[in-house]
């Protein structure tokens, strides 16, 4: 049995562990009873697309893969800063 091939196009597919805020609570409330949240952990897969120092881009989907250029959906822009961990896959 061959492995699979984990890569398409230059593009690693990879697991990121990121923290996420809590989204925003809509009803009116008073603040001295308020109580912070704490984070989400997050885990996305995908291909790796773009990265610089200050974000990461995945895309869960790859189209034209056999043309010159490749088209990607569903990209999520990731914060370095709310990176934990990434894992090649």
């Known amino acids: 049995m061959r492995k699979t091939q984990r890569k398409t196009n230059g593009f690693p597919i990879v697991l990121v562990e990121w923290e996420d805020s809590q989204r925003p609570l809509a009803p009116w409330q008073w603040v001295d009873e308020y109580s912070l ?39 999520i822009r990731i914060p370095r800063s709310a990176v934990r961990k990434i894992k090649n896959l």
């Not at 984070?39 to 010159?68: H, M, W, Y």
Request: net charge neutral; charged share 20%.
């Open 37 to 75: 949240p704490d984070a989400v952990l997050c885990r996305s897969v995908g291909f790796l697309i773009a990265q610089t120092k200050k974000a990461l881009a995945l895309a869960p989907n790859l189209g034209d893969v056999e043309c010159e250029r490749a088209q990607a959906s569903g990209i």
